[in-house]
């Protein structure tokens, strides 16, 4: 069972771009799959999910008019496209699952971790 981020980088101020969140060993069917970041000294922040399962999307309110989430079935993938990137925006930045039934917010509520992958975003 293995999540894999990737996708990260050096970006500027108003760049785009698309993280992606590959599962090998097992089937995202049936899992929220969420993203996540951590700024160095902060907690980390939910970031939104997807329910693979009618491909529901739940992103959070601070990033929502920026961010979007999605998934390719072929590929076991699931997508963050990030857009108009700020310097605030810098962060590692990682996927999740989760088989909770309700919609996951929290960390703890996610049981299977990508290693993350680092966003940097300069001015």
């Known amino acids: 069972v293995q999540l894999q981020a990737s996708g990260g980088g050096l970006v500027q101020a108003g760049d785009s771009l698309r993280l992606s969140c590959a599962a090998s060993?097992?089937?995202?069917?049936?899992?929220?799959v969420g993203w996540f970041r951590q700024a160095p000294g902060k907690a980390r922040e939910f970031m939104g999910t997807?329910?693979?399962?009618?491909?529901?999307?739940y992103p959070a309110d601070s990033v929502k008019a920026r961010f979007t989430i999605s998934r390719d079935n072929a590929k076991n993938t699931v997508y963050l496209q990030m857009n108009s990137l700020k310097p605030e925006d810098t962060a590692v930045y990682y996927c999740?699952?989760?088989?909770?039934?309700?919609?996951?917010?929290?960390?703890?509520?996610?049981?299977?971790w990508g290693q993350g992958t680092q966003v940097t975003v300069s001015s």
């Open positions: 997807i329910r693979w399962s009618g491909s529901l999307v």
């Open positions: 999740a699952t989760s088989s909770r039934r309700t919609v996951p917010r929290s960390v703890t509520e996610y049981t299977y």
């Open positions: 060993g097992f089937s995202l069917s049936y899992y929220f």
